[in-house]
């Protein structure tokens, strides 16, 4: 863990983890679906609870509670490691951004701001015409 993470279980985290080189990697739909499928499977293995994200073409923004099983860094050295496998090459930078989510902060705000990171770049004019994005609330 980098100088200053805390990794708690119950703690809502926003992840962004971002492409090496920044590569567009996610304008290909088989790499973004596997993505999604490494999402769901941490869900699945009770690692992570996915309350939003968004898969941009050279980034992800995960909003997510970690769950008791692991800890933080190790979930999104997970996420990094099966996607880069499944895909077939090195496709993350080292490290990743998380913010913790302090009690006062409004949750599904911030799930608003995620998923609507298509819009405010241009890539659609409707959340709806972008197809990889998620929210619990929606």
Same mark, same amino acid.
């Given at each position: 863990? &980098? &100088?200053? +993470?805390?990794?708690?279980?119950?703690?809502?985290?926003?992840?962004i983890i971002t492409t090496l080189d920044r590569q567009p990697i996610?304008?290909?739909?088989?790499?973004? +679906?596997?993505?999604?499928?490494?999402?769901?499977?941490?869900?699945?293995?009770?690692?992570?609870?996915?309350?939003?994200?968004?898969?941009? =073409?050279?980034?992800?923004?995960?909003?997510?509670?970690?769950?008791?099983q692991q800890s933080l860094s190790g979930v999104? &050295? !997970?996420?990094?490691?099966?996607?880069?496998?499944?895909? !077939? +090459?090195?496709?993350?930078?080292?490290?990743?951004?998380?913010?913790?989510?302090?009690?006062?902060?409004?949750?599904?705000?911030?799930? &608003?701001?995620?998923?609507?990171? =298509?819009?405010?770049? !241009?890539?659609? +004019?409707?959340? !709806?015409?972008? =197809?990889?994005?998620?929210?619990?609330?929606?």
């Open positions: 863990m &980098r &100088r200053g +993470r805390f990794s708690q279980a119950g703690q809502i985290y926003h992840i996610f304008n290909e739909l088989a790499a973004a +679906r596997t993505l999604v499928t490494q999402l769901r499977q941490a869900e699945i293995n009770e690692f992570a609870q996915t309350l939003a994200f968004v898969i941009m =073409p050279d980034h992800l923004h995960w909003l997510m509670q970690l769950s008791k999104v &050295r !997970g996420i990094k490691a099966k996607t880069s496998h499944q895909v !077939g +090459r090195a496709i993350w930078q080292s490290g990743f951004y998380d913010h913790a989510l302090h009690k006062e902060e409004d949750i599904q705000q911030i799930a &608003r701001y995620i998923i609507t990171n =298509p819009l405010r770049t !241009g890539i659609v +004019r409707r959340i !709806g015409d972008y =197809p990889h994005w998620h929210a619990i609330w929606l």
